[in-house]
């Protein structure tokens, strides 16, 4: 009988009916606290992500019928701080410190923005400032808009490496979507609205603390630039954020038989005639057929002999102990085991 599944722990959620900033930075945490804002200037991108606690006062988020935009628009020429000059303006989003895991399921439901040189995602990266390791859990190109990226990068092995790749989808700019991952010590699976899309090994340095991160980026080798019918401002647009520790879509074993019920096993030769599991109330009735068997019950040192045509009954009882029940010949001609969730 299958044990009752219980859904995942909900680890972390924000619906963002307002925007709680002592949860969230606007820039790498790396960045002066005081600079303008940052970016990443090795892929490219076109804009600068706007420091809240900097001299700026564009303000590129706002929270509207507990939806979070990530707003991106052009401006006058800007600078970094660190001699780069920007002309646009954009929003990103990230938990560090406050919040951070070690495998769990992250998910998140956003709607795209629509033009060319769009470039959103959610990833994730390690509290360490190390790279890689990298999630990414949805990469997506305004000049793609049925597609979605997904995937890791990774170090493991000494180089640099990714799995992953394109998954087709409904376009993403014309309505909201759940895009997450179940990252998991041995396997990580990617999801979209529930059900899985692609799934790898979990790589050997992707074992450690990450906070997870949403931003709007523009342009790059990757996503292009944008042009002119390219809508401005362009928005992602944020449902919620949610962390689970494991996958709450995935399937749960089929329903057993009630509490109460009552099994009946023939000649308990192997382990797989015992291998059942039962709850509180049942009663189980073992029937040999087999001369002097042995019941060891509780791990005790105690033994039921039993004879031909006979049989024992156990009851389940005292819910939370786990006991472990074995039958065996006296001449080790056989051995079945069967756990009991008492």
Not at 56 to 74: E, F, H, M, Q
Not at 171 to 184: E, P
Not at 279 to 300: E, H, K, L, M
Request: a negative charge.
């Amino acid at each position: 009988m299958a044990k009752e599944q219980k859904a995942p722990a909900l680890v972390f959620s924000d619906d963002f009916d307002a925007l709680d900033w002592s949860q969230y930075l606007s820039r790498w945490w790396y960045v002066d606290p005081g600079a303008p804002g940052c970016s990443l200037p090795s892929n490219g991108e076109l804009q600068l992500y706007v420091n809240r606690d900097g001299p700026l006062t564009t303000a590129p988020w706002t929270v509207k019928d507990s939806i979070l935009s990530l707003i991106c628009a052009p401006c006058e020429p800007t600078d970094d701080g660190f001699g780069n000059s920007y002309n646009y303006l954009s929003g990103m989003l990230n938990s560090y410190p406050s919040f951070w895991r070690v495998y769990g399921f992250f998910e998140a439901r956003l709607k795209m923005p629509p033009g060319n040189g769009m470039w959103p995602a959610f990833w994730l990266l390690p509290m360490d400032g190390s790279w890689p390791p990298e999630i990414d859990v949805v990469e997506w190109l305004g000049r793609e808009p049925t597609t979605r990226y997904c995937g890791v990068h990774s170090n493991a092995g000494g180089w640099h490496w990714s799995d992953g790749g394109p998954t087709p989808i409904p376009d993403a700019s014309a309505d909201f979507h759940n895009y997450g991952v179940d990252w998991q010590p041995n396997e990580m699976a990617f999801t979209f609205d529930g059900e899985t899309v692609f799934s790898c090994a979990t790589p050997a340095d992707m074992h450690k603390p990450m906070y997870w991160i949403l931003n709007l980026a523009l342009g790059g080798g990757w996503a292009g630039p944008p042009d002119d019918a390219t809508p401005w401002p362009a928005a992602l647009e944020v449902d919620w954020v949610k962390v689970y520790e494991s996958n709450p879509y995935a399937p749960g074993p089929e329903p057993g038989p009630p509490p109460g019920t009552e099994y009946a096993l023939d000649n308990p030769w192997s382990a797989a005639d015992l291998r059942e599991v039962y709850q509180p109330g049942d009663r189980v009735t073992f029937n040999f057929a087999y001369d002097f068997y042995q019941v060891i019950f509780d791990g005790s040192a105690s033994y039921v002999w039993v004879r031909q045509a006979s049989n024992i009954t156990l009851a389940c009882i005292l819910p939370g102990r786990v006991d472990a029940l074995g039958v065996q010949s006296p001449d080790q001609r056989g051995f079945g085991r069967g756990i009991f969730r008492r």
